[in-house]
T-cell receptor, first 111, second 115 residues
């Protein structure tokens, strides 16, 4: 089983739609969780950290379910500019915080 | 405030050669990690440097080695290049002692092609 699993997609959604991505992780001792966005042939950029209480940033909402070991990202009112690959990232409990990336989920928002 | 910088941007090598990639962390950051990202895959952790020592290592052979300098910049060296080493090599930095110690910032990457 992979340490971090994501559906690679692609998810093709119309503008204005709501789309949700899930990610599961295998290490129950994982301590930190993130969503990164990566545009084609560019570096990953931090979209948001994910907290146990859930967190929201504008149209983006992230949730963490420790019991089931999954993380979700919800994007409301999708924009064309949201088209990208969304990477789920999980950090371990070690002092140096090694992180593991998922394969990424590709989102294509269509007009 | 300069972000993470990497050089070179692109590199073409042949099998068996050696390559050195360079990274300068974001200002105020003391920890550098290197990742390999093959086409269609997520970044794979190679290793992490803090206080000029390798602190964590992913599942990569000894052909991959690195170094961190007193100014926190870092190098990634790959010996005896294989075709499968062709990838985007990403450097990420963070401040291990800071309040946002677990947030990494990535450089633009070096795209290595091995022929």
């Amino acid at each position: 089983r992979k340490e971090v699993e994501q559906d690679p997609g692609p998810f093709n959604v119309p503008e204005g739609a709501t789309v949700a991505f899930n990610c599961t992780y295998s290490n129950s001792a994982s301590q930190s969780f993130f969503w990164y966005r990566q545009d084609c042939r560019k570096e990953p950029k931090l979209l948001m950290s994910v907290y146990s209480s859930g967190n929201e940033d504008g149209r983006f909402t992230a949730q963490l379910n420790r019991a089931s070991q999954y993380i979700s990202l919800l994007i409301r009112d999708s924009k064309l500019s949201d088209s990208a690959t969304y990477l789920c990232v999980v950090g371990d409990s070690g002092g140096y915080q090694k992180v593991t990336f998922g394969i990424g989920t590709k989102l294509q928002v269509i007009p | 405030d300069a972000g993470v910088t990497q050089s070179p941007t692109h590199l073409i090598k042949t099998r068996g050669q050696q390559v050195t990639l360079r990274c300068s962390p974001k200002s105020g950051h003391d920890t550098v990690s290197w990742y390999q990202q093959a086409l269609g895959q997520g970044p794979q952790f190679i290793f992490q440097y803090y206080e000029e020592e390798e602190r964590q290592r992913g599942n990569f052979p000894d052909r991959f080695s690195g170094h961190q300098f007193p100014n926190y910049s870092s190098e990634l060296n790959v010996n005896a290049l294989l075709l499968g080493d062709s990838a985007l090599y990403l450097c990420a930095s963070r401040n291990l002692e800071g309040a946002t110690y677990n947030e990494q910032f990535f450089g633009p990457g070096t795209r290595l092609t091995v022929l």
